[in-house]
């Protein structure tokens, strides 16, 4: 089955740094690829989403890009805010799965500090 | 309004009790997902479902049921409460056609806990 890997576990920027946070994947045939943020004690949000087809996707100040030959995919966060602090899941899952299943990354906790 | 509720948000209960954790989702999708999720750590597959009357086990054991009687409704049942139980629980639909998914939702989720 997939496996997704998650870098690094926790992350710490100063405020309008860039972060960065990186997933590679196993399954080849993984066609979806969503990045979720959770704020403490809130639900999982889908942030951006990204399908085999594009290689970048950009909304404002976050984008990700895929690189489907080396099978990983990064989320990108720029002028980073104290808002951006949470933790941060990357997720693939593959179209041919009628479970539709969502493999998850273990996350990443981003503390932005002022 | 579309969304995933589930209820009670938060539940403290003892050891040996029996409890359904109640998941709802207006939005008509069919496929939905229990998690198991500690805080801030990772989430966990323990059900999933593809529609009424289809479940399986998700990755992660877990001695809780689940049921598929309603397209909306996906209860999570667990028959004696022990403290190694003690967790938050998320509920997640989604949909898709065509080989593509589209977006995952999650409910609020319920906190667990058992003295």
């Known amino acids: 089955g997939e496996n997704v890997e998650q870098h690094p576990s926790t992350l710490s920027v100063q405020e309008g740094d860039s972060a960065v946070i990186k997933c590679t994947y196993s399954?080849?045939?993984?066609?979806?690829f969503p990045w979720y943020k959770q704020e403490l004690g809130k639900r999982p949000q889908l942030i951006i989403d990204i399908r085999s087809n594009v290689g970048e996707k950009k909304d404002q100040r976050i984008a990700v890009t895929l690189n489907k030959t080396a099978k990983h995919f990064s989320l990108h966060i720029t002028e980073t805010q104290p808002e951006d602090s949470a933790v941060y899941f990357c997720a693939a899952s593959w179209g041919g799965d009628s479970w539709g299943k969502l493999q998850f990354g273990a996350g990443t906790q981003v503390v932005v500090t002022p | 309004e579309a969304d995933i509720y589930q209820t009670p948000r938060y539940l403290v209960i003892g050891t040996g009790k029996k409890i359904t954790l109640e998941c709802s989702q207006t939005?008509?999708?069919?496929?939905m997902y229990w998690y198991q999720q500690d805080p801030g750590m990772e989430l966990h597959l323990i059900h999933y479902?593809?529609?009424?009357?289809?479940?399986e086990k998700g990755d992660l054991s877990s001695e809780s049921t689940v049921s598929r009687i309603r397209t909306e409704h996906f209860p999570l049942t667990l028959e004696s409460a022990r403290p190694s139980h003690t967790s938050q629980y998320l509920c997640a639909s989604r949909t898709g056609t065509g080989g593509f998914w589209d977006e995952q939702y999650f409910g609020p989720g319920t906190r667990l806990t058992v003295t």
């Open positions: 939005m008509g999708h069919d496929k």
């Open positions: 399954d080849s045939a993984s066609n979806y």
């Open positions: 479902s593809y529609g009424v009357n289809s479940t």
